[in-house]
């Protein structure tokens, strides 16, 4: 078990362009969560997963935003026509479900919208 | 909404020192509360409290939750240097948003040696 991964670390991107993170959770955790934070905030709740159904979404997940979960292990938030408010670390976490309420952190990728 | 609030915002300490950090919370169906520890990369996980009054303990650290007046504490006495980072606390909810983490601003601790 080597944790949660996160890939690409870091992305630079021009305004306009379309972008896609991964997420592998921890292995037999059927609980993914996608959280943006900025610089000095806390993470912000994007949307979330059990196994490949996506259970809510956020107010702030705007409709060029988009992730996925297609069988239940590993996902992928997409950003379409990326802007430069976009620019933040985009972390993922999970947990093993009923029971597991502690969601473990993946390094994150950070996004800069030129 | 959901609102969790962390005080104080920074703090700067001497190694030695005894830190107090404070995180209230409204959390809809609130479960349980969490901190982490962030240090220029992901958060780390620290505790999670679930029961009133009942005190959490590592080490140097430890944690207690109380659910009539919605706050947690998070307590480093003996502070090193290797201390200093964001500490974040998170409320989580339940119903249909189960397992949903709403997070404070977070508190950064720096400790001087």
């Known amino acids: 078990d080597t944790g949660v991964s996160q890939n690409p670390r870091h992305k630079i991107t021009k305004r306009g362009q379309n972008v896609t993170f991964r997420c592998d959770p921890i292995?037999?955790?059927?609980?993914l969560y996608w959280y943006r934070q900025t610089l000095g905030q806390g993470p912000e709740f994007l949307t979330y997963?059990?196994?490949?159904?996506?259970?809510?979404k956020s107010r702030l997940l705007s409709d060029r935003f988009s992730a996925e979960r297609p069988k239940g292990s590993f996902s992928t938030l997409e950003i379409q026509r990326t802007e430069q408010g976009d620019s933040a670390m985009y972390l993922c976490?999970?947990?093993?479900?009923?029971?597991?309420?502690?969601?473990?952190f993946g390094p994150g990728t950070r996004l800069l919208v030129l | 909404e959901d609102k969790v609030v962390q005080s104080p915002l920074s703090l700067v300490v001497h190694e030695g020192d005894t830190v107090t950090l404070n995180c209230s919370y409204e959390?809809?169906?609130?479960?349980?509360l969490l901190w982490y520890k962030q240090e220029k990369k992901a958060p780390t996980f620290l505790f999670m409290l679930?029961?009133?009054?009942i005190e959490k303990k590592s080490g140097r650290l430890s944690s207690i939750l109380d659910k009539k007046e919605l706050f947690s504490i998070l307590n480093i006495t003996a502070t090193q240097t290797g201390d200093s980072a964001v500490y974040l606390c998170?409320?989580?909810?339940?119903?249909?948003?189960?397992?949903?983490?709403?997070f404070g601003q977070g508190t950064i601790l720096t400790v001087h040696p």
């Open positions: 976490a999970s947990s093993s479900g009923t029971g597991g309420e502690t969601q473990y």
């Open positions: 292995s037999e955790h059927n609980r």
């Open positions: 997963f059990q196994n490949e159904a996506q259970l809510e």
């Open positions: 959390v809809t169906n609130f479960r349980s």
């Open positions: 679930t029961s009133s009054g």
């Open positions: 998170a409320g989580v909810a339940g119903g249909t948003s189960y397992g949903k983490l709403t």
